[in-house]
């Protein structure tokens, strides 16, 4: 019997198991022992950090975009449809479009983070983002014009994508209109849901004497409630009113609403074993990459650790040996300080961040892993 | 131990900081005026965080159940 592996959404996590899989199993998949399908409601796969430099015009969307079928080896079925059922009893799923259900032996969820605006009132309409690839064009066209006034960029969403953007972002922002001499017309303010700068208390007592040192205002405790676009203010449930001239937000984020309605996880989150990554209530479905709720960040670097560990573990189940890999909470993560320095972290389940001195180098190191990413996607890397 | 009904209850064990707190914010987020919010956390950080934020966001802290190995927030949405 041919035993068939669906895993849905080719962003990183699912691209990077894909190619993992056609790797770890090419005796079996030439056998036609095993399938392996990767999902995906879009033919291009889409790397999402191009999108920090977009706004400052130092790269384009399309820099981040390639086609799945370059991406992806072969030896993988590839389906460019969006999936609208999952029923986990029957193993099997439905598509929007006009491909016919597929039943699954194995299912990995790699479906990623969907932006909420609409959860804030006002918001969508007089926010911009960065964490897509419409508001990233479209806030490019804001900031390039923008010489003076109130910047205020304000985390509504937690868990989003990339804890570090938001901090990226401003500390980009404060050297790019240093270096233009706009600086002194340029107001920045950083807003951010708790007591502190950022969720990981080590990251934030690092980031807080940078933030301090460089002139960007800082308002914690700050849960939007509501945006006014006529009057050009954002509102918090603590109560506090903030004036802007531009507004970048980083929205609400959830996961698909497949998932809840799946019973997979409130919010679109899938409900795991933060080691295993298997699914808490249902038989023979994994999640990684954002999806996954197991408490590190989403970040690019962890769904490509956990598609090693899920590729570890679909192998010895598949060839019937007991499955011990385990994910153990590694993330590692770039920082820009900066337009030309950046720093860096690495850190997991047991051992804390430490955030290395900025530097130019480390700059240069994030550049070049965009670059090389698209090694990555391919398994090579 | 308290005898306090809630109206929702989010249990956040099990989750690293800041998650217990945001997730008690997500909840306040969608409740009513009045409405009773239970949150179970076996996060250390949490005794200090909720608290600081309830006070702050003008909420109120009606009580705190300690257990053996988590707490029990209950929060009211004011
Ligand atoms: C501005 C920005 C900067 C970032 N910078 C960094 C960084 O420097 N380092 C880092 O590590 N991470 C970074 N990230 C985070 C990183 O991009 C994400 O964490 C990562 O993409 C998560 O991978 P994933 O595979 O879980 O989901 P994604 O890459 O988002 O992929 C999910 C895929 O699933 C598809 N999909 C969803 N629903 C369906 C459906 N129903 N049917 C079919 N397909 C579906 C989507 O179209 C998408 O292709 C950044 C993110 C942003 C927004």
């Known amino acids: ?381 | 131990m308290t005898d306090i009904e809630p109206d929702a209850t989010v249990d956040a064990r099990g989750a690293a900081c800041p998650g217990p707190l945001m997730d008690l914010i997500g909840k306040i987020r969608s409740a009513e005026s009045g409405d009773v919010i239970r949150l179970l956390s076996d996060n250390n950080q949490s005794l200090t965080d909720v608290p600081e934020w309830v006070e702050e966001a003008g909420n109120e802290l009606l009580a705190l159940d300690e257990h053996d190995d988590y707490n029990a927030f209950y929060v009211e949405k004011v």
């Open chain 1, 1 to 381: 019997m041919t035993e068939h592996v669906v895993i849905v959404g080719g962003g990183t996590g699912g691209t990077v198991l894909a190619n993992d899989l056609a790797d770890r199993l090419e005796p079996e998949l030439d056998a036609g022992d095993v399938r392996v399908t990767l999902v995906n409601d879009d033919p291009d796969h889409v790397y999402k950090p191009v999108w920090l430099y977009v706004p400052f015009g130092q790269r384009e969307p399309d820099d981040g975009r390639r086609s799945l079928d370059d991406l992806v080896d072969d030896a993988i079925e590839l389906k460019i449809d969006r999936m609208s059922d999952i029923d986990t009893e029957s193993q099997r799923l439905q598509f929007r479009g006009s491909s016919p259900s597929v039943d699954y032996d194995y299912l990995v969820l790699a479906t990623g983070s969907t932006l909420e605006p609409d959860r804030i009132p006002g918001l969508a309409e007089a926010g911009h983002d960065y964490y897509s690839e419409s508001g990233a064009t479209a806030l490019r066209k804001e900031l390039l014009e923008f010489t003076e006034g109130k910047l205020v960029l304000s985390v509504i969403g937690a868990p989003h994508m990339c804890p570090a953007a938001p901090l990226e972002f401003v500390f980009m922002a404060d050297d790019w209109f240093r270096e233009r001499g706009l600086r002194e017309d340029v107001d920045i303010t950083y807003t951010y849901p708790i007591q502190r700068v950022h969720g990981n208390p080590h990251i934030a007592e690092w980031a807080q004497p940078i933030m301090e040192d460089r002139g960007i205002n800082v308002e914690t405790f700050f849960n939007a409630e509501s945006v006014d676009p006529k009057a050009e203010t954002i509102t918090s449930m603590e109560g506090t009113d903030l004036d802007y001239d531009l507004l970048v937000t980083i929205p609400p984020h959830a996961g698909i609403d497949l998932i809840e309605e799946a019973g997979l996880g409130d919010d679109g989150w899938v409900e795991v074993d933060k080691r295993t990554l298997e699914a808490e209530v249902a038989e023979n479905v994994y999640a990684l990459g954002d999806t996954a709720d197991t408490g590190v960040p989403n970040a690019g670097s962890v769904a490509h650790y956990q598609a090693g560990v899920v590729g570890q573990r679909l192998a010895s189940e598949i060839r019937e040996r007991p499955a011990t890999a385990t994910y153990d909470g590694k993330t590692l993560c770039f920082i820009e300080t900066g337009m030309d320095a950046a720093s860096f972290v690495e850190f997991d389940y047991e051992n804390p961040p430490s955030p290395a001195p900025p530097s130019e180098k480390l700059h240069w190191s994030k550049l070049a892993y965009n670059e090389s990413y698209w090694l990555t996607a391919r398994g090579l890397l």
